[in-house]
């Protein structure tokens, strides 16, 4: 019973959300930030499905360009097969032309990029040469104790990264994925060490990018600490309170 009320609210958010969207004909860019574990990748998929908005995600765009082996997928290979991060004048110029796609006329939502202040500051360079601008960037909040604890029980299928959980999503066979039956594993920087000093990089840069929409008065932040379905609502409500106050502007 409870999810069906959920539903229906849910329902009355995306009904006034395509209201908005009739009176004004202006895409919608939206940034969401999150440390590794926070959910964002999830939450970024519903909003693109429940607002149109194309989901850009940097890890996916990676995986594309590696096989369509465009130029700019062949130079970003030789980086993550080091294991080093792929430079920015990789990583934007792939960002940008999804951006500049007709799959993209509505708006997006963005995932994992911009990272880093300098990311950011190229990012509105950018979008304003499209006479576009970002609209929102949420920033999902989720305590350090909590990460730690859902990173630390996350586990991967080799075949198609399939995601499961220890506690929040076992698999019925033990190691085993329940779609293509290939083995799961840890990825090495989920756990111990590794994963926190990942935590901390996260963290160090994520103050600056925060700080900077925050001057801009683009930012928003929502408790991630929560059910997804939870996190979802309080998404949708920061963006229907948004798209309100333009649409009176
Ligand atoms: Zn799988």
Redesign the pocket.
Known sequence: MASLVLLMCHNKVVGSTHLFWKRKRKEMDILLIGPPGAGKGTQAEKLSQLLSLRHIASGDLFHKAFEEQSELGLKARRYVDLGELVPDDITIPMVIRHIEEPESIQGVVLDGFPRTLAQAQTLDAELQRLDRQLDLAIYLKVSREELLQRLAGRFF?Q????VYHTKFRPPKVADR????G?KLYQRPDDAGEAMRRRLVIYFNQTTQVLDYYREQHKLRVVDGNQSIDQVQEMLMNEINDYMSREAKA
């Open positions: 299928c075949a198609n990264q399939h994925c329940d779609l293509d290939s």
